[in-house]
């Protein structure tokens, strides 16, 4: 499932943490039969590769695997589906969501580093063999050849990006704004760049720890805070932006209400990048509150997306080579076997 099959609030009951994978590979082998598996769980997407001898049920074990991970009724699940057994649509899809031709953000950066990461942790986890092995490693070559010979990533290519433009039309100059930035991953640093560049005037990094938070401010000229500090950053900050990966909300409507009586209800700007969320949706309800979460950008992404037009008819001739190209390699290789492989969510 995608942003375009399924809601924000669909999308991250299915979300898997990186050290809920290890088990997840174990059960796709043992519950599903798959042979090979790669897991691409992203804010905007839960996709599974796989290679399984046979077709014969596999998609039907997998969807009740997806059922029981999310704790939802099979019947509610599978209108949000798509599956791919086709080969090569399944290397099509996997080599356009690489390229970023799939992503919310059209051409945006991100995408091609969580390919490989999930790739990576799939490898570590001795889940993938020769089929996916082959089918990734020629997905992150064709993501990077459309970066380098189109302009598909020119202009606002990220979620952080977007955020970043959201505060601006909110708030317009950023030079005075206090922001607030709880989350020191990849994607929280992308923004954090973003808003260095921006001329954002002070910049404070949160993040589990205090060490992390410290070399990433350092980086960007930004302050590091304690996460114990939270209740007083919020009395401070005009904008909090949050790109953590929790399995409970890091900022809950009591807590805001606390914060906004002593804020005096003055603005709160407060964008979620987090899947499963980090903010209690009902915070967005407060007065003077401005909540927006990721599926919220979109009006700002479709700006993006007229602006790179001209460069995706470049990157989808890229791709048709990459995929044949594929498909020449994967039939030589598996000509006398029976493996199939399928993406599906």
């Known amino acids: ?58 998609l039907e074990r997998l969807h009740r695997f997806l059922s029981r991970h999310a704790d939802i009724e099979l019947s509610g699940l599978s209108p949000r589906l798509y599956s791919y057994a086709e080969p090569q649509r399944v290397v099509r899809h996997l080599f356009s969501v690489a390229s970023g031709l799939d992503s919310m953000v059209l051409g945006e950066a991100e995408i091609l580093r969580q390919v490989k990461d999930a790739y990576e942790a799939a490898q570590a ?26 302009g598909i990533g020119r ?30 991953g990849k994607i929280g640093e992308l923004t954090l760049k973003r ?37 007083a950053q919020l009395l401070e900050a005009d904008i909090a932006i949050t790109s953590a990966s929790a399995p409970v909300f890091l900022l809950r409507r009591e807590e805001l209400v606390l914060a906004m009586r002593q804020r005096h209800h003055r603005p709160l700007c407060i964008v979620d990048l987090g899947v499963p969320r980090n903010v209690e949706p009902s915070s967005g309800g407060l007065e ?23 460069a995706l008819g470049e990157s989808e001739d890229i791709i048709n080579q990459k995929v044949d190209g594929f498909l020449s390699w994967w039939r030589e290789e598996f000509r006398m076997s029976n493996v199939e492989c399928s993406p599906s969510s």
Not at 18 to 25: G, H, V, Y
Not at 157 to 170: C, D, R, W, Y
Not at 200 to 217: F, I, K, P, Q, W
């Open 125 to 150: 986890a001795g889940a993938t063999g020769k089929l996916l092995n082959g089918l990734f490693q020629r997905a992150l070559n064709t993501g990077k050849t459309v970066r380098s010979r189109t």
């Open 1 to 58: 499932m995608n942003y375009r099959s399924a809601p924000l609030e669909f999308r991250e009951r299915f979300a898997f943490r990186r050290e809920d994978l290890p088990q997840a590979f174990s059960r796709l082998r043992e519950e599903v039969g798959l042979r090979e598996a790669a897991i691409l769980s992203t804010c905007n997407r839960v996709e599974i590769y796989a290679g399984a001898p046979a077709l014969d049920g596999t």
């Open 195 to 231: 808003l260095a560049e921006r001329g954002a005037g002070e910049l404070r990094v949160m993040s589990r720890t205090l060490e992390r938070s410290a070399d990433l401010a350092a980086a960007y000229r930004a302050t590091p805070v304690p996460a114990a500090a939270l209740p």
């Open 155 to 184: 202009g606002c290519t990220s979620v952080g990006t977007v955020a970043v433009q959201l505060a601006e039309k909110i708030f317009g100059d950023l030079s005075r704004a206090v922001v607030l930035l709880i989350g020191a």
């Open 288 to 310: 003077n509150v401005y909540l927006f979460n990721v599926d919220d950008l979109q009006a700002l992404v479709h700006q993006c997306h007229h602006e790179r037009q001209r």
